[in-house]
């Protein structure tokens, strides 16, 4: 990642972190994603927009190509998971069983997974395929 695009993917955070709407930062990452197309911290952030502003079926594309550029990435396997659930896609399972192995291999992840559901729900309360997930990974 060049310095450019780090520096726009650090400010669309930074905004992110501030409180702004998820709505107005879609068309950072959008440019993010298309400016760094293999940047899965972009994918992976655009698709968590797309998801807090229900545009599913992008939310599916984006956290599809996050967790192809990084299989690794917990974040990326939630948020694919959010997506197949609210498209009503199969293949969940596959990805919850990943996290579980995950965070018992690592079990330092849990904060920083348990911070981001939380922070979904505040966005989006009532987020049932989230409150699902946070169920299946006993958060």
């Known amino acids: ?18 409180g702004i709407e998820a709505s107005e930062l879609i068309k950072d990452f959008e440019t993010i994603t298309s400016t760094a197309p293999n940047q899965a911290a972009g994918w992976t952030c655009l698709a968590w927009l797309q998801l807090l502003c229900n545009q599913n079926d992008e939310a599916l594309r984006s956290a599809r ?23 009503k896609s199969k ?25 981001s559901i939380e922070d979904g729900l505040n966005r989006k309360p009532n987020w049932l395929a989230l409150e699902k997930i946070k169920t299946w990974l006993d958060f």
Not at 1 to 18: H, Q, V
Not at 103 to 111: G, I, Q, T
Request: aromatic share 4%; net charge negative; charged share 30%.
């Open 1 to 18: 990642m060049e310095t450019t695009e780090g520096s726009l993917f650090d400010k669309a955070m930074a905004r992110y972190e501030s």
């Open 91 to 115: 293949g969940v399972r596959e990805h919850i069983d990943f996290l579980n192995r995950v965070l018992v291999a690592v079990p330092d992840l849990e904060k920083e997974l348990k911070n």
């Open 65 to 87: 190509r996050a967790v192809k550029l990084n299989r690794q990435d917990p974040q990326a396997r939630i948020n694919l998971c959010l997506a197949l659930l609210e498209t």
